[in-house]
Structures are given as C-alpha cells and as structure tokens.
C-alpha cells in the first residue's frame, strides 16, 4: 500500500486530494497548522493527521517523523500549501512579498529537500508541486503571488532532470481559479488596504469579471489531477487541473506570445 504525505488540509485542494487518496486506498499522513482529524472523512486506519509549518525546519522533521512512524515510508509528497494574495503591486509592503514567498516558495523547498533523502534511500518516489494556472497566464493584482507559483515552475522542471538521475519522479498541478477556496480567505490581515485608490476601480471591475458564471476549478478536480498525476509514470511534466486552467493552457501553449497576450489584455483592459 502506498503512502502519500499532503500539506495543507484543512481545507480546499488538500483536504479534498487527502479525502481522495483515502477512498482509493492509500495511507494518507495529513498536514495542517491546527491538526484536527474530524475534518477528513476516510479510514481512520489510513489516516495520519499530524501539525506542520512548513516555513518551521523543526515542525517539518517532526511531521515527516511521525509520518513515517505511522506507515514507515512516504512513497509521494504533495506540496499543496500555500497563502494567497490580491494587491496592487504598487501597495504591497516588501514584508508581505517575503512572507508570500515564505510559504509559497521556500517552505515547498523546505519540504522538497527534505523527503529527497529518504526516497532516494528507497529508490523511488515522487513529489507533486501545485502551482497556479497563473504560471502560464499571468492575473492582474496577484503579482507577488505569481511570482511566488512561478519560482515553483522554474524549480521543479530543474529537478524533473536531476531527481531523475536518482530514480526519483517530480511533477506540477496547476489548478485554476476557485472561488470555493481560501486563496483570500487564508490571506488574513495581510491584504488590508493593498488595493490602493488608484487601482479600486479596476479591481472592483476584475472581481465581478472573476464572479461571473463560467468554468472554474472545483476542488475535486485538483484532487483527482493529483491523483493521476501521482500514478502517472510517463515524462509528463504539467498537468492543468479544472476547465479554466485546461483552456488557458490550451491557449497559452497553442498560440504566439503576441497572440496569447493580446487576447488576455483585451479581457483584463479596463472598461471605460
């Protein structure tokens, strides 16, 4: 039986790829800031729910440990959590910025280089970065955390070829936008007053725009790319998660650079 360590799952993308995994049948070590196993619905025997910080090198050892202990090995790690941010860039204190990429960027390195010694002791596993279709097709107002998804790109395509010379397997998730998620929600106090006047209007009007009825990322769909992605065993590198995220894809990777960025500015452009 296979044994699958996710961060961030008390909610949203985490919690519903920890709940997955469960029903079909793996060891799942759970992670979350405030551990509460009630919150997952799944086997207990299955379940390991255990508390990390992975911006904490301590909290990081201790949770991999215990993880270890309950199922003796970790066969993929999923590096899901994260914080999200909307601000005008113009606004956005360099303490913010740092703290973004705090979570978003270095504690998924943190996590990264510390499972790398143990699979490659075993020689297999695998490690699945969720990023942000944001990394192909750059929001407005998200700038410090697009920044923060594409380190991440650029990081993990780096080691799809040197853990491959170890026997090792890295891939992306790239979800898109859901509404359903804590990606403001779990941003806090952080994003008080970083949409300046000057930028109100715009984003008053790209809200109402994101609002509106159309295809989006449900948190089963991350859950499910995951998955795949998990049993995948091909040189595929990026899997788009949620029909917003496949379309954008589909465009960015089909079209020109001018054709692609013309298209998106027209969307974004600021109505008159």
Known sequence: MKTVLITGCSSGYGKATAE????????????MRQPDADLLQGPAEHLCVVPL??????????????GQAAFGKIDVLVNNAGIGLFSAFEATPAATIREVFETNTFGVMAMT?????????????????????????GMPL???????????????????????????RVKLVEPGYGPNTRFTANAGDRMNGLVSQ??????GQLMAQWASPGAITEAQDVAETIFFAANDQSDQLRFAAGAD??????ARWNSTDEQFLSGMRAMMRMEK
């Open 53 to 66: 910080d992975i911006t904490d090198a301590d909290s990081i050892s201790r949770a991999i440990r215990l």
């Open 20 to 31: 997955y995994f469960l029903a079909q049948g793996w060891n799942v070590i759970a992670t």
């Open 245 to 250: 995220s496949a379309h954008l894809a589909h």
């Open 142 to 168: 998200v700038a410090p955390y697009a920044a923060s998804k594409f380190a991440i790109e650029g990081f993990t395509e780096s080691l799809f070829y040197e853990l491959d010379s170890v026997g090792l």
């Open 113 to 137: 280089q510390a499972v790398i010694p143990l699979m490659r002791a075993a020689g297999e596993g695998m490690i699945i970065n969720v990023t942000s279709s944001v990394c192909f097709a």
């Open 198 to 203: 000057a930028y109100a209007a715009y984003a």
